[in-house]
């Protein structure tokens, strides 16, 4: 049985990157999404490539929803164009606001707050705090190293090479949405060393 994505929580970057590609594959994700009419819920920003997705989904009729820190609000970097558009007092709230709206997570080209938001999702996947899918769109090989470095993780002994697969990946949007959409729950034990005793 599939699950039913109704809304999806976009990790991306604020700014646009080097290559013409994350931008592509930021509308098409957009586009993608509201095609599908699945709810785009994001960090609320206007720049980037979280502009750039917001923006290609409002386009093709989708809804879309920001979540923003009241720091960033106060810099008028919100979306002035959403459904809705929540405000909340920190990071914090906002990354656990995000991870409430949505039925499943997907990370495109981004810096240090994508890959934070990334692994703490993917962590809280690992540890059972949630079942949702997490997927990968890996725009132009961006993600490449990162998956070899999650596979040194497993090599090395501090990660299941079972919990490699809470992650999925492909590089385009409708094809990484139907993996997510068959994807099952991992329940293995995070605690190896456990086991061994």
């Not at 720049?47 to 093709?60: F, H």
């Not at 993600?143 to 497993?154: Q, S």
């Amino acid at each position: 049985m599939e699950l039913k994505l109704r809304s999806i929580c976009l990790f991306c970057g604020s700014n646009a990157g080097s290559k013409p590609a994350y931008a592509e594959v930021a509308r098409a994700f957009g586009h993608t999404l509201a095609e599908r009419a699945i709810t785009l819920v994001y960090g609320g920003g206007n720049v980037g490539l979280m502009g750039t997705a917001a923006e290609a989904a409002l386009a093709a009729g989708g809804r879309v929803v920001g979540v923003i820190p009241d720091f960033l609000s106060e810099r008028e970097l919100g979306h002035p164009g959403l459904a809705e558009l929540h405000v909340t007092h920190s990071m914090h709230e906002r990354k656990a606001l995000m991870a409430s709206l949505s039925d499943g997570f997907v990370a495109l080209p981004g810096g240090f707050g994508t890959l934070d938001e990334l692994f703490e999702i993917v962590t809280w996947a690992q540890l059972g705090l949630h079942q949702k899918p997490v997927g990968l769109l890996n725009a132009g090989g961006f993600y490449d190293p990162l998956l070899a470095m999650m596979d040194h993780l497993a090599t090395e002994g501090f990660v299941r090479s079972e919990h490699l697969g809470l992650v999925v990946k492909d590089t385009a949007p409708g094809a990484l949405l139907d993996q997510m959409q068959s994807q099952r729950a991992i329940t293995a034990s995070k605690w190896m060393d456990l086991e061994r005793v």
